[in-house]
């Protein structure tokens, strides 16, 4: 009953920008948290940056001073905006939403996006 949407990968050149997007739809009460992962080719998919409630984004350390992970908006909605795009940064980007449904449930449900590519080459 949760959609995960991703948007915004493409080719871009080193030192370049890309903003990524996810929208979550369908039977949500509120979004708990919402990550970005990757995962790059012969590598396992690692987090990037998370946003959760109640805390500080997190990322990892090699974007670190990078990358900004926005908050849910009101779409349940986040943004990823990646600045200074190293050829390492170049992965399938994907979407992860922690969900609570209902007022009336407990314990959380995680959804993923179906990922968006992104590319950096000179």
């Known amino acids: 009953q949760v959609h995960l949407v991703e948007s915004g990968g493409g080719l871009v050149q080193p030192g370049g920008s890309l903003r990524l997007s996810c929208a979550a739809s369908?039977?949500?009460?509120?979004?708990?948290?919402m990550a970005w992962y990757r995962q790059a080719p012969g590598k396992e998919r690692e987090l990037v940056a998370r946003?959760?409630?109640?805390?500080?984004?997190n990322y990892a350390d090699s974007v670190k001073g990078r990358f900004i992970i926005s908050g849910v908006n009101a779409n349940n909605t986040v943004n990823l905006q990646m600045n200074n795009l190293k050829p390492e940064d170049t992965a399938v980007y994907y979407c992860?939403?922690?969900?609570?449904?209902?007022?009336?449930?407990?314990?959380?449900?995680?959804?993923w996006g179906q990922g968006t590519q992104v590319t950096v080459s000179s």
């Open positions: 992860n939403a922690d969900v609570r449904k209902t007022l009336y449930t407990t314990g959380h449900d995680y959804y």
């Open positions: 369908g039977s949500i009460f509120r979004i708990n948290a």
């Open positions: 946003t959760t409630s109640g805390s500080f984004p």
